[in-house]
């Protein structure tokens, strides 16, 4: 299971995007997020960038743990539905 740590911000978002295909890339179905203890908007965009590849695939991924900050972003921009977690 990939679990990025730590922060999720505009200032990695790039570098967690791409772990992130890579796992998806590899296989992995399912992603930790119970590590992350900071956020911003960028952390929505690579999460629906990581659901879209995955569907894209053919293949569910599964949100774990999401902290109550990003799922609160993720309800402020509408888009909470669209992370199953």
């Known amino acids: 299971m990939f679990r990025p740590t730590l922060t999720l911000t505009v200032n990695n978002a790039k570098t967690a995007l791409d772990a992130?295909?890579?796992?998806?890339?590899?296989?992995?179905t399912e992603i930790d997020l119970a590590q992350l203890t900071a956020v911003d908007s960028a952390a929505v965009a690579t999460l629906l960038a990581w659901q879209r590849v995955a569907s894209e695939r053919g293949a569910p991924l599964t949100f774990h743990n999401m902290p109550a900050n990003l799922q609160s972003l993720a309800k402020l921009y509408g888009v909470a539905d669209l992370l199953h977690h």
């Open 20 to 28: 992130g295909l890579l796992a998806i890339e590899s296989g992995q």
